[in-house]
């Protein structure tokens, strides 16, 4: 069995945690836990690799000060490199990795993104594919809202979206709509 390890860290939109092992040497995320109202990260870290231990490499430290420094505005390349993506489907590779084109302060309906990637019927695939998104931020599934620019679901909830959407410089109307002039697909 291969050892896994978690850490935990503290950003200004709540604790985010981090669940890893190493992969020839190189430790891979496998999993980035968002905050969200009445969650405690580290039982949801233990509930799904209940032997995880808690620890930290130089890599996992790079990357989490990129995390904390993104998610206070600055605009922070955080590469692909250790993300484990055998844990996600074919399928769901292809989505995220459209989802790494989308341009910060813009985001793509769900529908847009699923003709991007030769499924013009599959917005709910799509969706459905980044609701179980292993790498939240790394992989901006944030940036995908509803055909009407309505928020649609996230991971962190509504108001962690909406943060981040504002923190890239996505502007909403009057309805809570992100504005068209930020849609980019």
Known sequence: ???????????????IGFLWS????????KRIILPAEDR????????????AVKGTDGVIEWLREAIRRYLDGEGVDLSLEYLDFAVCTAFQQKVLLWDRQIPR?????????????????????VGNAQARNPFPIIIPCHRVVRSDGALGGFGGGFKM????????????DASEKVRRENIWL
């Open 1 to 15: 069995m291969e050892e896994t390890f978690y850490c935990l860290t503290d950003t200004r939109l709540g604790r």
């Open 22 to 29: 190493y992969d020839s040497g190189k430790p891979l995320i």
């Open 40 to 51: 405690q990260e580290e039982l949801l870290i233990l509930k799904i690799s209940p032997h």
């Open 105 to 125: 302060g813009m985001v793509a309906t769900y529908g847009g993104l699923a003709e991007k990637i030769n499924q013009p019927k599959g917005a709910r695939a």
């Open 161 to 172: 979206k909406r943060n981040l959407l504002e923190l890239e410089g996505v502007s909403f």
